[in-house]
């Protein structure tokens, strides 16, 4: 063999290889095709919206990570999570909505998701919030800022919804 020659250059045993990868590939994809997607994520992306109410107005949460899962064969399932700042993280680019001391809410999440609602502050979580007849909510009495975040869960999915309440 000369200087700078291929070791691979007419190898038998590279052209099988390659045509095995090929063959295994193909064969693995299980007749799925994703050719014509604009987006790999568009598919999964839960375009649900979240809004809180209070007094007839409504005011649009900010979503934050979501998980979100679908079938694609009786064997495959694709899946998507992305993360996100937390709610605290996300509160500082948010604009608060003013509200009264001690009001009620209602949270109103398309689909009907079961949910669960936290107070969030600097170092974290801080606790899990009562929810009333699954999505009424009383806002505490002394006025402040206030982090909340709602997490929704679908049976395909689940996605975290942020919203800062300023109590005056």
């Not at 809180?52 to 079938?71: D, F, L, V």
């Not at 998701?113 to 002394?142: F, H, Y």
């Not at 402040?144 to 109590?167: C, D, R």
């Amino acid at each position: 063999m000369e200087k700078g020659e291929c070791l691979l250059k007419n190898n038998p045993f590279f052209y099988f290889l390659c045509i095995f990868l090929m063959i295994w590939i193909v064969g693995c994809s299980n007749g799925v095709v994703t050719k014509g997607r604009k987006n790999e994520h568009e598919i999964f992306t839960p375009s649900v919206k979240a809004f809180i109410e209070a007094n007839g107005t409504k005011y649009e949460m900010k979503r934050g990570r979501y998980q979100w899962e679908k079938p694609v064969s009786p064997k495959i399932i694709e899946a998507v999570l992305v993360e996100y700042a937390t709610p605290y993280e996300m509160a500082g680019k948010m604009s608060a909505i003013p509200l009264k001391p001690g009001e009620e809410i209602i949270i109103i999440i398309e689909k009907n998701p079961q949910i669960a609602v936290c107070l969030w502050n600097e170092g974290g979580m801080e606790r899990e919030v009562e929810v009333r007849d699954g999505n009424r909510l009383t806002l505490p009495s002394k006025p402040g800022n206030y982090i909340y975040e709602v997490a929704a869960t679908w049976p395909n999915g689940e996605a975290s919804y942020t919203f800062v309440a300023e109590l005056e």
